[in-house]
């Protein structure tokens, strides 16, 4: 394949979560050691107003514990075991706080944050400030009314939204909320559809590439990011393509 001219950005979704017990601290970690550019994490509000890194509503399928995250107290979650039901080896690993994965990540990696519910603008912005990390992540989520607000509270923070429609219409849509990535699912990839957004001044993200087969039809439509829950493999995958 001819060598490219640009980056493909490699984004560890969930840290590197085929290794590790996803969105918890060594799974971020080890994203960072096998050498993803980015690292993505889903936020939500405990009940008593703390941002913490779950995908899901609820902490049932990651932790040991039970309930919705926004009935949940901090110290509640805290208590939890986020890593027993992957291996033994990660067994009392922690549910992290938003804070705790800026001072992780500050000069080490850029994040993807997801934001999974409304209302988490104002302090994802006022967190990202206080760290100086505005021009190292990325902010995304399907809910795109709070990209567009993160925009108006910080126009220097780029947004991706969630495209699941891949279609012309729907692109003439997305553009009213300014984004500067969309994201689409690995089997709507399209080549002429992608050069087309990039006229646009939008960048793609493919997800989830997992495979070499999946990395190069990722290369191949022209994609900016890819997003993986392998990010050794797909990093190695993508030096051997554009080497070949």
């Known amino acids: 394949m001819k060598k490219l001219s640009r980056k493909i950005f490699v984004v560890a979704h969930r840290g590197d979560s085929y290794h590790a017990p996803e969105n918890t601290i060594p799974a971020f970690e080890l994203a960072i050691k096998n050498g993803a550019d980015f690292v993505e994490i889903d936020i939500r509000k405990t009940k008593d107003g703390h941002i913490v890194i779950?995908?899901?509503p609820t902490v049932d399928r990651t932790t040991n514990g039970t309930g919705k995250v926004s009935e949940l107290t901090l110290d509640y979650i805290k208590s939890l075991d986020a890593g027993f039901w992957y291996s033994k080896k990660f067994?009392?690993?922690?549910?992290?706080?938003?804070?705790e994965v800026l001072e992780m990540a500050k000069d080490k990696v850029g994040l993807f944050i997801e934001l999974k519910q409304e209302g988490l603008e104002e302090d994802v912005v006022k967190l990202l400030k206080e760290y100086d990390m505005i021009?190292?992540?990325?902010?995304l989520s399907s809910l795109w009314g709070s990209l567009r607000k993160i925009k108006f509270l910080e126009p220097h923070i780029p947004t991706m939204c969630d495209f699941p429609?891949?279609?012309y219409e729907e692109l003439y849509r997305v553009q009213e909320y300014y984004p500067n990535i969309i994201s689409i699912h690995?089997?709507?990839?399209?080549?002429?559809f992608i050069r087309?957004?990039?006229k646009k001044g939008i960048m793609v993200n493919s997800w989830p590439i997992n495979t070499y087969q999946e990395t190069l039809k990722s290369i191949e439509s022209e994609v900016d990011f890819i997003t993986t829950d392998n990010p050794s493999d797909i990093v190695r995958f993508i030096e051997e393509?554009?080497?070949k």
């Open 196 to 198: 087309y957004v990039h």
């Open 54 to 56: 779950m995908h899901d």
């Open 186 to 192: 690995k089997n709507r990839l399209d080549k002429s």
């Open 135 to 139: 021009n190292d992540v990325v902010v």
């Open 165 to 167: 429609k891949v279609s």
């Open 91 to 99: 067994e009392n690993v922690k549910v992290p706080t938003f804070r």
């Open 241 to 243: 393509i554009l080497n």
